[in-house]
């Protein structure tokens, strides 16, 4: 069961990482990328590793994502 | 053309990083080096030597030490980078995205951010006390941490949350780590060891196990504190910028 699980969890972390590529908004591909981080963080649960998972959830999906929006606010919304 | 010679890199670095792979011992075999060597060290030795009842800290925090002194150097390098690049948040000139979009921010988002921001500090100052029992640490509650405070400062704006914390107590603060590591460290040097050790063979049993943890505690706390600050003022500097 819980393999299957984790089955789940890489395909999903494969296709956001595929997202964040094809994406041309940058918001979107970062909120894209957020989910990813997210992901990474349950990876990280089901490999024992708590304390990575914090980390990850903390800085992937909360700040980096918050850093990558203001930057973005700042510049222009569209990749060339 | 351009593409095709994209591709031929790539492909190349492929089939080196798979040959890196295949060279790899194999996951969770017993009869690999470092499962020979160095896990059982840690897992028979590492409460008593380390100081920590949660492995994973011991290891960061004794018998990597020296790494994790390095990688809080970086952290504060980031910062100094940042501030190089765009200087510090200015009082006069900060603007923040609520006070200059068209709509102001909700009663909702104010008030639920009000009620959730106390818990989340809670768990920050949790994780980093609890680092040496359970999962998590300095870095992990000064994330959350600065975390808690980028959300502040996203629905309140730059103004008040810099006359929450001053630029004349922010300073010290983001060196914090480094200080609590360096301070740490001599601690060993006086017992006449070797720097960064947490075995004093001159103190007793008890007083060596009281002065582990508090050199753990402290390490901990200036980490938390330092990576906490740290985020918080990229953030602001990142936010300060004027629309170009």
Not at chain 2, 36 to 42: A, I, K, M
Request: hydrophobic share 55%; with cysteine; charged share 15%.
């Amino acid at each position: 069961m819980l393999w299957r699980l984790d089955i789940i969890l890489l395909l999903f972390l494969v296709a956001t990482a595929l997202g964040v590529y094809v994406t041309k908004d940058l918001m979107a591909a970062s909120i894209i990328f957020s989910a990813y981080s997210l992901t990474m963080a349950i990876v990280w649960q089901q490999l024992s590793a708590p304390d990575l998972a914090l980390t990850e959830a903390a800085v992937g999906a909360g700040v980096t994502t918050v850093l990558f929006l203001i930057t973005i606010s700042k510049t222009v919304r569209r990749e060339d | 053309m351009r593409k095709f010679l994209i591709f031929l890199c790539l492909a190349i670095c492929w089939v080196v990083f798979l040959s890196a792979v295949v060279e790899m011992p194999p996951f969770g075999d017993p009869a690999n080096i470092t499962n020979r060597h160095v896990v059982p060290r840690y897992l028979e030795e590492g409460v008593e030597e380390g100081g920590a009842s949660n492995i994973v800290t011991g290891i960061i925090l004794n018998y990597r030490g020296y790494d994790t002194m390095g990688e809080v150097t970086v952290i504060f390098t980031a910062l100094a980078g940042v501030l190089a690049v765009l200087k510090r948040e200015d009082v006069k000139t900060s603007t923040t995205m609520v006070a200059t979009s068209p709509v102001g921010p909700s009663l909702i988002v104010t008030t639920v951010v009000k009620l959730l921001i106390p818990f989340i500090v809670l768990f920050a100052v949790y994780t980093i006390l609890h680092g040496d029992v359970s999962p998590g640490g300095g870095f992990q509650g000064g994330a959350v941490f600065g975390a808690s405070m980028i959300h502040y400062t996203l629905i309140f704006g730059l103004l008040t949350y810099m006359r929450k914390i001053r630029l004349a107590v922010k300073v010290p603060l983001e060196s914090a780590a480094i200080l609590s590591f360096a301070i740490a460290g001599f601690i060993g040097l006086f017992f006449g060891q070797k720097f960064l050790t947490f075995l004093m063979p001159a103190l007793s049993h008890e007083a060596q196990y009281l002065l582990r943890h508090a050199m753990l505690l402290l390490i901990e706390v200036g980490i938390g504190v330092a990576t906490g600050i740290i985020f918080g003022s990229i953030f602001a500097s990142l936010e300060k910028v004027e629309r170009i």
